[in-house]
């Protein structure tokens, strides 16, 4: 479960899920740059760049509990860190 940072999995999925757009997931990760990014994206294409916060929901979902852990709660994520992206150590 949620070790450190006391990040939930459930949590960040749930707010790609409703609040993606606005890169609210984001935010409550850490990742502020990555946030900012998902609310121009998706106010600049008129709504489309939505998508991509619905593919970080499902990868989100995917995502073992212990990768989560290791990416998000054992450690502060880079401003710039979207879901796909790869850990930097």
């Not at 757009?21 to 984001?26: A, K, N, Y």
């Not at 916060?53 to 709660?73: G, H, Q, R, V, W």
């Amino acid at each position: 479960m949620a070790n450190g940072n006391g990040k939930n999995k459930l949590v960040a999925a749930l707010l790609a899920f409703f609040l993606g757009g606005f890169g609210v997931h984001h935010f409550y990760l850490g990742s502020t740059t990555a946030g900012i990014i998902c609310i121009a994206a998706t106010w600049l294409t008129c709504g489309i760049g939505g998508i991509l916060p619905f593919i970080e929901f499902i990868l989100l979902l995917l995502m073992s509990e212990a990768d989560f852990d290791t990416k998000y709660n054992q450690r502060t994520p880079e401003s710039m860190e979207f879901i796909f992206t790869k850990a930097q150590k």
